[in-house]
C-alpha cells in the first residue's frame, strides 16, 4: 500500500490552504498569494465538510449556513490540508490549528466540547491537555488541534483516510514540528486509523480520559495526543516521503501576509465558465 502523493498510481493532487494572516515562505516553494482563489477555495473545503457531515448524521442542515457550508471561527487561522480528485473536486480535507505560545485552555476548541464541561471528567481533561501544553512550550514547539477530517463517500474504503493523517503527520514536521490532540470519530474507525499512525490515549495521572458522546455531532468521540516526531515506525518512510511532497505543493495563501516568493494569479484566469476547483486543478498541473 502506497501512501505518499509522489506514487504514479496516486492520481489525486494535494493542496494546502495556509492561515489568512501567515507569511508562508520557506520551505514552501510554490505559495500562491491571491485573496479571491483562499476565500473560494476556503468556502468549497467548509461546504465539502458540510455535505460529509451533514450525510453521516453529524450535522442537521439548521447547522449549517444557508449555502450549506459548516462554518467554524478557527478556519481563516488554521491550516488546510485539501485532497483534489481528477476532476478538480475536493475530496477529503483536515485542518490543524497552530496555537500560540501562551494560549490557556480556554482558547481550544476542546474546552467547548461536552467532556470539557463534565463535572466527573472536566478537571482531568483539562489537567491532562495543560500538562502537555507545558510540555510543547518546554520543547520550543507548537502545540495543535487536529481535526474537520471528512472524505467523500467515494473514497471512504479507500486508503485515502490514511494518507490524509499521514500527511498531517508530515505537516507538523514541516512546520517545524508540532504535538497535540486530535478529536476523533470513534464510531468510523478515524479514531483507529490515528492510533495505527501515531495517536495515544489521553492520560491525566494514571487516569485514562474515556471517550465520550458529543450532543453537537451526534457521536462518540475519543480525544487522542500525538506527536509529530514520534510517528509509528511502520509510517516513517510514508511520513518522510509525504513531507518532501508537501514541500512542494501549491500553497494557497489570502496575500495578506504573502512571502515575496509568492505568485499572484492573473484574474484574467478566474473568468470563464469553468469552476474555480477546476482552476485550480489546472493551476497545479500549468502553474502560473
Not at 450549506?68 to 483536515?94: F, K, M, N, P, Y
Not at 520550543?140 to 481535526?147: A, K, L, P, S, T
Request: proline share 5%.
Amino acid at each position: 500500500m502506497n501512501l505518499t502523493p509522489t506514487s504514479p498510481h496516486y492520481k489525486r493532487s494535494l493542496l494546502l490552504l495556509a492561515p489568512r494572516e501567515a507569511n508562508p515562505g520557506a520551505p514552501f516553494t510554490d505559495v500562491v498569494g491571491d485573496r479571491e482563489v483562499y476565500d473560494t477555495m476556503l468556502s468549497a473545503m467548509q461546504k465539502f465538510r458540510g455535505q460529509v457531515y451533514h450525510s453521516e448524521g453529524n450535522l442537521s442542515l439548521s447547522d449549517l449556513s444557508a449555502d450549506g457550508r459548516h462554518i467554524q471561527a478557527v478556519d481563516t487561522a488554521s491550516w488546510h490540508l485539501l485532497t483534489l480528485d481528477e476532476q478538480g473536486t475536493i475530496a477529503a480535507c483536515g485542518r490543524m490549528i497552530l496555537h500560540h505560545e501562551d494560549a490557556s485552555f480556554e482558547e481550544l476548541l476542546v474546552a467547548h466540547c461536552a467532556l470539557a464541561h463534565s463535572e466527573r471528567w472536566g478537571r482531568p481533561l483539562r489537567w491532562a491537555i495543560k500538562e502537555r501544553m507545558l510540555e510543547a512550550r518546554r520543547r520550543g514547539i507548537r502545540f495543535v488541534e487536529i481535526g474537520g477530517w471528512a472524505v467523500s463517500r467515494a473514497l471512504r474504503c479507500s486508503t485515502e483516510a490514511v494518507r490524509m493523517l499521514v500527511a498531517g503527520f508530515a505537516l507538523g514536521q514541516v512546520l517545524g514540528g508540532v504535538a497535540g490532540i486530535s478529536t476523533a470519530n470513534a464510531g468510523n474507525h478515524s479514531a483507529a486509523i490515528l492510533r495505527r499512525i501515531g495517536g495515544e490515549s489521553l492520560i491525566s495521572g494514571e487516569i485514562l480520559i474515556p471517550k465520550f458522546y458529543e450532543p453537537q455531532y451526534r457521536r462518540e468521540l475519543e480525544i487522542l495526543y500525538l506527536d509529530s516526531s514520534q510517528p509509528n515506525p511502520r509510517y516513517e518512510d510514508a511520513i518522510r516521503e509525504c513531507r518532501r511532497a508537501l514541500e512542494t505543493v501549491t500553497v494557497i495563501s489570502s496575500g495578506q501576509g504573502v512571502a515575496a516568493c509568492a505568485q499572484k494569479v492573473p484574474s484574467t484566469l478566474l473568468t470563464g465558465p469553468s469552476t474555480k476547483s477546476v482552476f485550480i486543478a489546472n493551476f497545479l498541473s500549468h502553474p502560473a
